[in-house]
T-cell receptor, first 116, second 111 residues
Framework: DTGVSQNPRHKITKRGQNVTFRCDPISEHNRLYWYRQTLGQGPEFLTY????????KSRLLSDRFSAERPKGSFSTLEIQRTEQGDSAMYLCASRPTSGIGADTQYFGPGTRLTVL | RKEVEQDPGPFNVPEGATVAFNCTYS??????FFWYRQDCRKEPKLLMSVYSSGNEDGRFTAQLNRASQYISLLIRDSKLSDSATYLC????????????FGRGTSLIVHP
């Protein structure tokens, strides 16, 4: 399978714990996005990488959230001191820089986070 | 006003019906527009891009109205398998391709 993969698919944690999610984009895609989606809403943009550079962050991304893409391949999203309001689906998407499909985002299956 | 607004629905239609959704956007400088489809508990997938000249793909037609700042999606001859949430996506101007998603419009096609 050469699509976007995300791990874990589900995460249940207690309030106050730290969690980390991983995203492996399509290999030739150098642009990577993280989103958060809650029930009945569309995905909300969190942050965006081009290669290893984090080029944009949403104001939704509080200081408890951090994302990295150290080698320009996979990315991690960490949430520190989780709160119940962090419960959501966290989606990753990748996109090529140019060529056919350059404006298409390819989404992974998401990581569903439940904070108890 | 939200950046991208959609009627959440649900739109309940019989098989074979024609149904249309609209989506309005607030930033007149927005450059690119898309419709994504999201099945229940699945990830969004691109349905079609929306070009200034419109775009048609089989039973699906997308239109852009820059003057009124809305895009539309028309589905003809609805199938049961068309039941899903349709997300309107507008990219912020400036070339960074940071998308803003609408909340989605739910379509239920019944026999």
């Amino acid at each position: 399978d050469t699509g976007v993969s995300q791990n874990p698919r589900h995460k249940i944690t207690k309030r106050g714990q730290n969690v980390t999610f991983r995203c492996d984009p399509i290999s030739e895609h150098n642009r990577l996005y993280w989103y958060r989606q809650t029930l009945g809403q569309g995905p909300e943009f969190l942050t965006y990488f081009q290669n290893e550079a984090q080029l944009e962050k949403s104001r939704l991304l509080s200081d408890r959230f951090s994302a990295e893409r150290p080698k320009g391949s996979f990315s991690t999203l960490e949430i520190q001191r989780t709160e119940q309001g962090d419960s959501a689906m966290y989606l990753c998407a990748s996109r090529p820089t140019s060529g056919i499909g350059a404006d298409t985002q390819y989404f992974g299956p998401g990581t569903r986070l439940t904070v108890l | 006003r939200k950046e991208v607004e959609q009627d959440p629905g649900p739109f309940n239609v019989p098989e074979g019906a024609t149904v249309a959704f609209n989506c309005t956007y607030s930033n007149s400088a927005s450059q690119s527009f898309f419709w994504y489809r999201q099945d229940c508990r699945k990830e969004p997938k691109l349905l079609m891009s929306v070009y200034s000249s419109g775009n048609e793909d089989g039973r699906f037609t997308a239109q852009l109205n820059r003057a009124s700042q809305y895009i539309s999606l028309l589905i003809r001859d609805s199938k049961l398998s068309d039941s899903a949430t349709y997300l309107c996506v507008v990219n912020k101007p400036g070339g960074s391709y940071i998308p803003t998603f609408g909340r989605g419009t739910s379509l239920i096609v019944h026999p």
